[in-house]
């Protein structure tokens, strides 16, 4: 691991000089698995596990993302302070790089390729050089920060503080915070419009979901769920932004919302305690993660059915697709 470690830096320089066609990217589906500390490999034709890599550089793996041209994948690993390195086409592990202290959740900015995780145990936003593999300082936010975002340009940076119930609007590239916008109890994930304009927010114990308009710092709409046992966690639009998909954690469904009134209008049934949420590119699918269930359903987002549930490993936390580029799309947050 050490050698890994050391000759990281040369390894992540010469794979960035070699670029990847949209159509050469594999279109596999990537599982963190959190307590079994590994990551199971999909094929998106079969729907068949293809691998399962033992080794992804540390432990407790939990929030996924790819490099800005696709040839690598990064992973948070909480316990180990680290991010660890895949290579997608050939599923094993290429090294790793410091994380900060104890990593959960990320981007990748689309101008620089740069990580920012969330670093639960300092309460900072952690901006990583992948490249060079190391840290490049620390932004002071919220306690307990998880859930980040970029907006499609890359100039607004937003992060979520758990524990001070709070959205923190982080410009780039001169890092400066300039709001910090309270929300319900336990703010969880994000995602960006594709104009950059609006933010969906989910709050875990407040049962909420909020839009936050980024001009005006402004929560402009906002739903509570009605169901006893929702807990949302991630939440995804669809392709043209008309739908919202809310995981509704220990509810074990995934509520389907309108994306202008937040009305919701419908309730999908999947596995037990839903948490991480990807869409392939077109965003005709949604994979869920179940992390009670150790197993992820395969939404259709139009007929919004479940098609395919998979095993996985030990409480699945993370999905992803690998079938973009950042450098010419953000993925579908």
């Not at 691991?1 to 000759?7: D, E, F, G, L, T």
């Given at each position: 691991?050490?050698?890994?470690?050391?000759?990281l830096a040369l390894g992540l320089y010469l794979g960035a000089m070699v670029p990847v066609a949209a159509e050469e990217l594999t279109g596999r589906l990537?599982?963190?698995n959190e307590w079994e500390h590994s990551i199971t490999v999909i094929d998106p034709e079969t729907w068949e596990v293809i691998k399962v890599i033992e080794d992804v550089g540390g432990q407790r793996p939990r929030d996924m993302g790819f490099s800005?041209?696709?040839t690598k994948l990064y992973v948070a690993l909480g316990i180990s302070d680290l991010i660890g390195v895949i290579d997608p086409y050939e599923m094993e592990l290429i090294g790793t790089i410091p994380g900060g202290e104890d990593p959960e959740a990320f981007t990748v900015h689309p101008e620089t390729g740069h990580i920012y995780v969330s670093n639960e145990a300092t309460a900072q936003l952690m901006q990583i050089d992948?490249?060079?593999?190391e840290l490049k300082g620390g932004i002071d936010v919220g306690l307990e920060p998880e859930g980040v975002v970029s907006t499609p340009d890359g100039s607004i940076i937003a992060v979520v503080s758990e524990s001070s119930h709070m959205v923190h609007l982080i410009t780039w590239p001169d890092h400066e915070v300039v709001a910090n916008i309270l929300v319900g109890t336990r703010p969880r994930e994000l995602?960006?419009?594709a104009d950059g304009k609006y933010l969906y927010v989910t709050s875990e114990v407040a049962g909420e979901i909020n839009i936050i308009d980024l001009e005006s710092h402004e929560i402009v709409q906002n739903h509570r769920f009605g169901q006893r046992r929702a807990r949302p966690k991630d939440v995804r639009l669809n392709a043209d932004e008309s739908l919202v998909f809310v995981s509704l954690g220990r509810d074990n469904t995934v509520a389907v919302l309108d994306a202008e009134t937040l009305e919701e209008v419908d309730l999908i049934d999947v596995g037990d305690r839903p948490w991480g949420l990807a869409m392939n590119r077109d965003r005709s699918l949604l994979a869920v993660a179940n992390g009670e269930s150790d197993d992820i359903s395969i939404i259709d987002t139009k007929s919004r059915e479940v098609i395919k549930d998979i095993p996985v490993g030990d409480s699945p936390w993370g999905v992803i697709f690998h079938d973009f580029i950042v450098e010419k799309e953000m993925a579908p947050r």
């Open positions: 691991m050490r050698i890994k470690h050391w000759c990537f599982v963190s800005r041209d696709g992948p490249e060079a593999g995602t960006v419009t």
